[in-house]
């Protein structure tokens, strides 16, 4: 089965972060956040526009991850005309409020501009740190984001936030970084510094420790799944539910592992409970879907992918695993609509629409179109097996628009052999190809 590829990551962490502390969805975060941008120009006259050049100058930075390696500049302010009295500075907490909106809105070049004027303007403002060390993980500066993360929990110990946010950045630099050779005690460093962390928690305000540890035990998950420690991984998601029993998060994470280890029954047990408990959280439902449609509950699978996508038509997810439904529902009109409506909307974060389009054509006898899309989900997702089984077929077969290539389609099943050396279908292939 094709993976779920971490579609959370929509979702900026500090939105999680701020979710799983209070309690709530990222749903009713956007909602909440719908208000906080029609104050975000009042907030820029408070600020003076003193942005506004840096905003011209700087490259606007993509939704997805970005190639940068180096931060925008902060450009100098204008010297104040002679005889004029220099205009006073905004406080460093409005470039922090600024920095928020700009980061959830996805606006990360922005969003570093705000944060480092506030942490160059009052360094001692833990906001400001922990939003320009996030900022810097967004822009792949993975080496300026550990050490202002660093130095906020060093100056403020009892940050939650801090410690989370460091322990993200690690993992950040760990799938962002393709020779691992140099980075290959993250994962070790970032489950040490979540247990400083919970030594923080368990010492900090006693009406917040559940939701504290909740967040901890949560990021240690993501950790244990990366180290493909799949029973640990769903053993401490699960320490979090106890602590956070009603979060659609944590429920959708303890899912997405059973379906990773091939359990869907379990799977789509905590899939619904997640859906219950957040009802007009786009994610769970659409994942929900995927599952119900794996499951062969086409059907109902159809409903509930239809509304995921009618609730949420700008999210990528929703719409693409409307696709994915649809194309397990045999509905390829659809399904071709939908898969490349959600391609149009985030070109890079979901290697799996790209997958299921390439899929699509190849069923099509497109093989020109199917041999592009699968190329392009195994460029975003090279260890996944199925993907380069998928595209070596493709480089099987002949059509009226694309002949056979019999080396590409071996590379391709020899690579998919050597990922899962038990998958048959892969194995089959490089008996043919020889």
């Given at each position: 089965m094709a993976p779920n590829l971490a579609p959370r990551s929509a979702w900026p962490k500090v939105v999680l972060d701020?979710?799983?502390?209070?309690?709530?969805?990222?749903?009713?975060?956007?909602?909440?956040?719908?208000?906080q941008s029609r104050r975000a120009a009042a907030l820029l006259?408070?600020?003076?526009?003193?942005?506004?050049a840096a905003q011209t100058a700087a490259p606007a930075a993509p939704s997805s991850t970005p190639p940068a390696t180096t931060a925008p500049s902060v450009p100098a302010a204008p010297a104040p005309a002679a005889g004029l009295p220099a205009k006073p500075r905004p406080p460093a907490a409005n470039y922090v409020a600024l920095g928020v909106l700009y980061y959830d809105q996805g606006n990360f070049g922005d969003a570093y501009l705000a944060f480092r004027t506030a942490a160059e303007a009052d360094p001692s403002i833990s906001g400001a740190l922990l939003g320009l060390g996030r900022t810097q993980s967004r822009l792949r500066l993975y080496g300026p984001a550990l050490d202002t993360l660093k130095k906020l929990v060093a100056q403020d110990p009892r940050n939650v936030s801090g410690y989370l946010a460091l322990a993200q950045a690690y993992q950040a630099q760990y799938v962002g970084t393709s020779d691992r050779n140099p980075i290959?005690?993250?994962?070790?460093?970032?489950?040490?510094?979540?247990d400083a962390g919970e030594a923080a928690t368990r010492g900090g305000e006693s009406d917040k420790l559940d939701l504290n540890l909740s967040k901890i035990y949560n990021e240690r998950g993501y950790i244990y799944r990366l180290q493909q420690q799949s029973d640990k991984a769903i053993e401490t998601f699960k320490k979090a539910n106890t602590l956070n029993p009603d979060n659609g998060i944590i429920l959708y994470n303890i899912g997405d592992m059973y379906y990773a280890t091939g359990d869907i029954p379990q799977a789509l047990n905590y899939l619904q409970l997640a859906v219950i408990a957040d009802p007009g959280d786009p994610f769970n439902r659409a994942y929900y879907a995927k599952l119900l449609a794996l499951s062969g509950n086409i059907n109902a699978a159809k409903s509930e992918a239809?509304?995921?996508a009618r609730v949420a038509p700008q999210n990528p997810y929703a719409v693409g695993q409307y696709g994915v439904v649809s194309y397990l529902a045999?509905?390829?009109?659809?399904?071709?609509?939908?898969?490349?409506?959600?391609?149009k909307l985030d070109p890079l974060r979901y290697p799996e629409f790209y997958y299921y389009m390439g899929r699509l054509e190849l069923d099509q006898g497109n093989l020109k179109e199917a041999r592009n899309n699968l190329t392009k989900s195994v460029a975003l997702a090279s260890t996944t097996p199925e993907y380069l089984y998928y595209l070596g077929l493709s480089y099987e077969r002949s059509g009226q628009d694309a002949a056979p290539d019999k080396?590409?389609?071996?590379?391709?099943?020899?690579?998919?052999?050597r990922l899962a050396p038990n998958y048959q279908l892969a194995l089959d292939g490089v008996q043919r190809m020889r």
């Open positions: 701020s979710c799983l502390a209070h309690g709530l969805s990222p749903q009713s975060s956007v909602q909440r956040r719908h208000s006259v408070a600020l003076g526009l003193t942005l506004s290959l005690g993250n994962l070790d460093a970032a489950l040490k510094v979540l239809a509304q995921a045999k509905d390829a009109k659809t399904a071709r609509a939908q898969l490349m409506a959600s391609i080396i590409k389609a071996l590379d391709s099943y020899s690579r998919a052999a």
